[in-house]
């Protein structure tokens, strides 16, 4: 089954403790993202990866890093959380820049983790 | 800078009605448009997409509609049924096949039986 696999799906930890939020997906994508879906202010992009070793920041990167070391893992590290980065995560995948087709452009998401930082 | 808006948070529409979901917006680069539908406790999942070449796609009961000239999309859902109760977000992308999306805030959808 395709799918985009993220851990852990509820974490509650203390300010400054390094977390990460690991991402997986089956599809063979080139590309990999992260977003933070917060009240009022609908998905924004943290970071995104077109491809292995390939990273690049979206619009709220800040208190964020990633790699993208293989095709299909893109963890999102959290050196040193703090309370405005409690959120619900979301990891993507996609097919990556390709021909003209009714599918470039769809995203798969994992099904989010809701990250709470005291 | 919300460059893609939806200024409706919430809508609700009887069961068997048309509801309309509305997207505005500001960057006229953009060229590629995508709706996702999210439930409680799952990922936004891939709806129906449209290019700005098209002022319309449409799939089973869902249909896109675009205007460029007023930086604005909708997606029609006719007939609603419950389980199309969710949260809708459109997003838009630059470069046609870039998944670096631009998404809205989000319209909460309830279909009453």
């Known amino acids: 089954e395709a799918q985009v696999t993220q851990n852990p799906r509820y974490l509650i930890t203390v300010t400054g403790k390094k977390l990460t939020v690991t991402c997986s997906q089956n599809?063979?994508?080139?590309?990999m993202s992260w977003y933070r879906q917060d009240p009022g202010l609908g998905l924004r992009q943290i970071y995104y990866?077109?491809?292995?070793?390939?990273?690049d920041k979206g619009d709220v990167p800040e208190g964020y890093k990633v790699s993208r070391k293989e095709k299909r893992n893109f963890p999102l590290i959290l050196e040193s959380p703090s309370p405005n980065q409690t959120s619900l995560y979301f990891c993507a995948s996609g097919s990556g820049r390709g021909a003209w087709g009714p599918a470039v452009g769809e995203l798969f998401f994992g099904e989010g983790s809701r990250l709470t930082v005291l | 800078d919300q460059q893609v808006k939806q200024n409706s948070p919430s809508l609700s529409v009887q069961e068997g009605r048309i509801s309309i979901l509305n997207c505005d917006y500001t960057?006229?680069?953009?060229?590629?448009f995508l709706w996702y539908k999210k439930y409680p406790a799952e990922g936004p999942t891939f709806l129906i997409s449209i290019s700005s070449i098209k002022d319309k796609n449409e799939d089973g009961r869902f249909t896109v509609f675009l205007n460029k000239s007023a930086k604005h999309l909708s997606l029609h859902i006719v007939p609603s049924q419950p389980g199309d109760s969710a949260v809708y977000f459109c997003?838009?992308?630059?470069?046609?096949?870039?998944?670096?999306?631009?998404f809205g805030t989000g319209t909460r959808l309830t279909i009453i039986p």
């Open positions: 960057n006229s680069m953009f060229d590629y």
């Open positions: 997003a838009a992308s630059l470069n046609f096949g870039n998944e670096k999306l631009t």
């Open positions: 599809m063979n994508h080139e590309y």
């Open positions: 990866s077109m491809n292995v070793e390939v990273t």
